[in-house]
DNA sequence: ATAAACCCTCCCCCAGCGGGGAGAGTCAAG
DNA sequence: CTTGACTCTCCCCGCTGGGGGAGGGTTTAT
């Protein structure tokens, strides 16, 4: 099948399926006159990438979850990056737990600000 | 004082600070013989830019921030940025924590079909 | 008088993910 | 034979926050 099929069954657009394959994460597409022919495994990895892409993978991030040792990745492969993800996610909801806390001490101490001078402008105040 | 000692005053480098400027961030720049003039409260406002950036405040989110109505914000106006960049943050942390639970079952679907077809390679089976 | 130390504008570069469109090739049907 | 539907490559555009450097102006000290 060429692009404009594999962009309807995969869900991705014609644009970001030649940027899949330019980013080597579909390294197996055979060319008929110039025009790239795909697969179902094509298919597959590309709705792969979408569903991974939500969950804040970056495309430069998969080619190495695709394909660990330049080899179509297994289930195993899969799942150790899955856990590597959950970690970095873990990472983020602390950091910004942490700025949640922060930017609620630093409302209470404009609220202070507030109730101590009133109509403190900006730059005055806090030096 | 001129840019360099801005930048040491501020700690932020001469191309942000530049960059600030062109952004409208510090509206109030005069020029000796084409050299920027900064005042005490720009510096200030250069430090504000750098600790909201800490907390992922956009440059352009902060035009509107600092500059209210065009005006120079008040401790009010800083307070109400503050709380609805709480709810953003908090917003994005359940995209996180739902992020991570679907990791999560998909990670455990992927350990049943391991112990299912042991070597399965990754696009054959979830279809 | 000249060198050092500043400053200016302007342009190109990066990541990340494509969108939009030009100009050209290919293919099937009428 | 031509038209329409596809496809190709290639280049420029956006966003965000600057970095790097060219080429040029100014001031200050020696």
């Known amino acids: 099948m060429y692009i404009g099929q594999a962009s309807k069954k995969s869900g991705a657009t014609v644009k970001a399926i030649r940027l899949y394959e330019e ?38 991030e998969l080619k190495d979850v695709i ?25 983020e909801i602390s950091r910004l737990q942490n700025h949640k806390k922060d930017l609620d001490s630093y409302s209470d101490e404009i609220k202070q600000c507030l109730s101590d001078y009133s109509d403190c402008l900006f730059p005055q105040v806090k030096n």
Do not use: C, H, M
Not at 50 to 60: G, P
């Open 23 to 60: 980013l080597g994460l579909l390294p197996n597409i055979s060319r008929e006159n110039s025009y790239r022919v795909f697969t179902e495994e094509d298919i597959f990895i590309i709705k792969f990438i979408k569903i991974a892409q939500t969950f804040d993978f970056k495309l430069s």
């Open 67 to 91: 394909y660990p040792q330049g080899n179509l990745a297994n289930w195993e492969n899969i799942r150790r990056a899955i856990s590597s993800k959950e970690q970095k996610i873990t990472k």
